[in-house]
């Protein structure tokens, strides 16, 4: 039987040719997973297909004693199961055909009379550990690489092939709940700790140890939940009181706009009491449901997009990056000391220089918190703690460059200051060293002109909170070579963060968005629209928190700088609003000063001031409706981004999208900005903007119309 519903991949190699079967002696079958057209073996099609042709071809014989499924290599099992494939199921049915279909060849492997054991290492993700659950045993490779478990919710679906009844038989529901709402990637022997592995084996030998506990000459015992899980789980009342307290924290986090881990929850707190056919059928119908829903699809698609990002990092055949071992940052306050402390925690020996030495002290202090805070977590062992913290020194003077491979500047935001500082810095590096700024409005083709080789300087724009946000802006100014935009975008891949290039304009593209985006909050605000509901308006529609309460977090101060930029370079239509500099004027600019629209006490949760309404000068906003209200602040940043895409600011619509999601975390179920536009319709969006465009009161701002008079980009894609 063939496998129908599933797309087939662009280089679909013959059939047959995805599986090497094996047999080292009588009696034993090795099942290597090793598909001719994937560097890495993925559940897609062609493979499903053969593996359907070989499971059944095994359970046909009569005097085989024990099964292995193993990987090509010991750390390359499987990549898990096509996502590209289930991006691409549009039609129910199809899905649910995948799904039976896969749950036919799992259980078979299940019902196998021969011992059955997974030996895998490396990435295990999703279907590939749903594979592995469905043998006997699963042996994992000891390794840093191996990384276990099942991420299905983090792109919308569940863990339908299986993962969502075997894991809660096998760890119990609260394990199991942990692993698939957090959808985290469990190292080896955390994965052996929690009993979703039963042994560990050095990569060498995992292969050799798994044939002999196949063939039963190697004792193992299968982890079991053990008595205390084994009573929660028989216990109907401890699985309502787990319920119940699941659902509230997954509401918090998710505020009902995710539905697969609420799914998941239901099908892990059913399992034990229902059928292996009963989970089949349920676990089909969820993924049905939610692989052709529009929150996979969207979560899939930024999937795909920050893998194209990493893949830019990785260089191209003419051009490889280099590994950067020794780096430097001038200037050591809010961003520069975390930027030189995260690059050290990565593996670079680093130097950071400031003026101040309370800086510096202040960096050093951080740098030493922040990893003591991850070794108590276990995030690093405490050897790695410790490299890392030797690896950051801190100088006053311009000294220690000598091996530099990337310096850079994160010193105050003047074109003067920078131009000395990377003046100084480039007559102290060697040639071929990076020259960075983390500048966040000013342009760096202008800061590149007059130094030497010009095409080694990128912008390198972090994200405020640095170890938080994922982002990062790779700027490119005039002179930027493609060699220098990729090593910074390498680099920012081996900080954890997703790099997106960009052009040298004003704002670049994060902050050009979120400018026209706050100042139509600051006008609605001032017309007379209620604080309260103005940001519960954007968090329902899915952003992180409240324009205003973002306000309060950049600072009004650095917003209004912010804004003025925009407007020197944009005119008119950014021309900012100067109805709250009365805000300003009381220093009253946020969490920085402790109240702003909010007041925010110490230690405790952030309240609106209740003075606001003294600030809203006028009522023209009172009437406007929620749609609208959301549309002006909303839309004003998808008209900016439509001219950004005139101008060619990212590479593509997905770059933008990208940006959008990681840099101001523009709602992920709506896969980016001009993801939601096109879902509305673009048709919809520039009618919308006309509606704005000529309503009385925007008519009668400078700049309004402006603003809002659809871009030509919308009205052609329209
Ligand atoms: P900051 O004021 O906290 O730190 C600047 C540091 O540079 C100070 O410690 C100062 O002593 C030092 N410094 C000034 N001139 C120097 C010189 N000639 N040599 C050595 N050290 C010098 O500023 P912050 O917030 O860290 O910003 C730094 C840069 O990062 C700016 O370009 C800013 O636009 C950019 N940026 C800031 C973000 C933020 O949210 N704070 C976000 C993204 C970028």
Redesign the pocket.
């Known amino acids: 039987m063939e496998l129908q519903g599933f797309p087939l991949p662009d280089n679909c190699p013959e059939p047959g040719s995805c599986i090497r079967v094996e047999r080292p002696e009588p009696g034993l079958v090795v099942v290597v997973l090793d598909p001719p057209h994937r560097s890495l073996a993925v559940l897609d099609a062609p493979l499903l297909n053969d593996l359907q042709q070989v499971v059944h071809d095994l359970a046909a014989e009569k005097d085989l004693k024990g099964v292995v499924f193993a990987g090509r290599e010991p750390l390359q099992f499987a990549a898990g199961a096509d996502v590209e494939g289930i991006s691409k199921l549009t039609d129910r049915n199809d899905a649910l055909k995948v799904v039976r279909f896969v749950h036919a060849i799992f259980q078979q492997i299940q019902d196998l009379k021969a011992t059955t054991v997974a030996a895998v290492g490396g990435a295990v993700p999703g279907g590939a550990f749903e594979l592995s659950l469905s043998c006997n045993y699963i042996i994992a490779a000891n390794d840093p690489k191996t990384r276990i478990g099942l991420p299905e919710t983090q792109l919308g679906i569940i863990p339908g092939w299986g993962g969502s009844h075997r894991l809660p038989r096998r760890v119990g529901i609260p394990g199991a709940l942990d692993a698939i709402l957090s959808g985290r990637l469990y190292p080896a022997r955390a994965a052996w700790k929690r009993g979703m592995v039963d042994r560990l084996a050095y990569p060498e030998r995992l292969l050799e140890i798994a044939c002999e506990v196949a063939m039963g000459r190697k004792k193992i015992r299968r982890k079991e939940r053990g008595m205390g899980k084994w009573l929660v789980d028989k216990n109907p009342l401890m699985h309502a009181i787990i319920g119940n307290k699941v659902r509230k924290q997954v509401l918090a986090k998710t505020r009902g706009f995710y539905p697969a881990p609420l799914v998941a929850l239901d099908l892990v707190l059913g399992s034990l009491g229902a059928s292996p056919g009963q989970m089949v059928e349920r676990e089909a119908e969820a993924v049905a449901e939610l692989a052709t829903g529009s929150v996979c699809k969207s979560l899939v698609s930024i999937f795909f997009v920050s893998e194209a990002a990493k893949k830019y990092a990785r260089g191209h055949d003419d051009f490889r990056p280099r590994k950067l071992q020794h780096g430097a940052v001038?200037?050591?306050?809010?961003?520069?000391?975390a930027i030189a402390s995260s690059m050290a925690e990565k593996g670079l020996n680093m130097r950071l220089?400031?003026?101040?030495r309370d800086?510096l002290d202040a960096a050093l202090v951080d740098h030493a918190a922040t990893l003591e805070k991850k070794s108590k977590r276990r995030r690093l062992k405490p050897h790695e703690a410790n490299a890392a913290l030797d690896r950051l020194t801190v100088s006053q003077e311009?000294d220690g460059l000598a091996n530099a491979e990337i310096v850079l500047?994160?010193?105050?935001?003047r074109m003067d200051?920078?131009k000395?500082?990377l003046q100084n810095v480039a007559a102290k590096v060697p040639s071929n060293c990076l020259l960075a700024?983390?500048?966040?409005?000013?342009s760096v083709t202008e800061m590149a002109a007059g130094l030497p080789r010009p095409e080694r300087v990128v912008g390198m724009?972090?994200?405020?909170p640095v170890r938080k946000m994922p982002l990062v802006e790779v700027v490119r100014g005039e002179a930027t070579s493609e060699e220098a935009a990729i090593e910074i975008a390498a680099l920012a891949t081996r900080m954890g963060k997703t790099p997106v290039v960009v052009k040298d304009v004003a704002g670049f593209l994060v902050n050009r968005l979120l400018g026209p985006y706050l100042d139509e909050a600051m006008r609605l605000f001032v017309a007379g629209v209620d604080p309260a509901h103005l940001d519960q308006l954007m968090l329902d529609f899915g952003m992180p928190m409240g324009p205003l309460r973002l306000l309060d977090e950049?600072?009004l101060d650095?917003a209004t700088h912010a804004a003025q930029s925009l407007h020197a370079a944009y005119g008119e239509r950014m021309l900012p609003c100067t109805g709250i500099q009365a805000l300003s004027s009381e220093k009253r600019l946020g969490c920085k000063t402790g109240w702003g629209f909010y007041r925010h006490p110490k230690g405790k949760k952030a309240e609106l001031s209740s003075d606001l309404s003294s600030f809203q000068q006028e009522d023209s906003a009172r009437n406007l409706s929620d749609q609208e209200i959301q549309d002006r602040m909303v839309l004003s940043m998808v008209n900016e981004a439509a001219r950004c895409m005139e101008e060619g600011v990212t590479q593509s619509v997905e770059d933008l999208d990208l940006a959008t999601v990681f840099g101001m975390g523009f709602a992920p179920f709506r896969g980016g900005l001009l993801r939601y536009a096109r879902s509305e319709g673009f048709a919809s969006i520039v009618a919308r903007l006309e509606v704005i465009a000529n309503s009385q009161d925007v008519c009668n701002r400078p700049g309004g119309r402006e603003k809002f008079t659809p871009a030509p980009w919308l009205r052609e894609n329209a």
């Open positions: 001038i200037g050591g306050g809010v961003m520069g000391g220089i400031d003026l101040s800086a311009m500047e994160a010193v105050a935001e200051v920078k000395s500082v700024t983390n500048t966040s409005s000013l724009h972090f994200f405020n950049v600072g650095i």
